[in-house]
C-alpha cells in the first residue's frame, strides 16, 4: 500500500483541490450538499469514491491508487477526462 503527503492547491466553495507528492497532480474533493456526501477523485478524473466526511476522504485520497490511466487513451472505463 503506497502512502501519499497530501497538500491543498486551492479551496473552492464545497471543492477542495488537493494535490498529492510526488507529482502534485490536482486530486478534487468536492461536497454535494443536495444528497450530503463527498466524492472524490484523482487526478485525470479517476473514480476514487464517495463518503460521509472528510476525514475520510482525505484517507481514501491519501490511499489511492490513481496508477490505472492508460496514456493516450484515458480512462480504463472509455471516458476522456475533461478538458
Known sequence: MTEWTLRV???RRHELVIGR???W???HIRYYPAVGR???HGPAGQ???WTDTLAAAIELLAYADTSQVLPGNGLLN???PLQ
Do not use: D, N, Q
Open 47 to 49: 473514480y476514487i469514491g
Open 78 to 80: 472509455g471516458k476522456e
Open 25 to 27: 497532480a490536482p486530486c
Open 38 to 40: 463527498i466524492y472524490i
Open 21 to 23: 507528492s510526488p507529482t
Open 9 to 11: 492547491l486551492e479551496v
